[in-house]
């Protein structure tokens, strides 16, 4: 336990745990992109990796972003194409 929350606030973990209880469930669409975003980090990870491993992938997404992500099998959704673009921005 830090020593926030020893604070003088004074809650044990069951106040706690009934205070979270007392909350709204999260959006549905918060809840869908936790389960996302692993798999989309992996995807990140993998296609900066190779990119940085291999000059002609790397020039072929600079050129057209979205339809080498296509022809690799993933899928260029927003987020991860923003990404993208702002990492080989960077370089």
Do not use: C, H, N
């Amino acid at each position: 336990m830090t020593r926030a929350m020893r604070g003088t606030a004074g809650y044990d973990e069951e106040r706690l745990g009934e205070l979270l209880t007392m909350l709204r469930p999260a959006p549905e669409g918060w809840v869908q992109a936790a389960k996302e975003l692993p798999e989309a980090r992996r995807s990140l990870d993998e296609i900066v990796a190779r990119a940085e491993a291999d000059l002609r992938f790397r020039e072929a997404l600079i050129a057209d972003l979205e339809a080498v992500l296509e022809r690799e099998g993933y899928e260029p959704v927003p987020p991860l194409v923003d990404e993208l673009r702002k990492r080989f921005q960077r370089d």
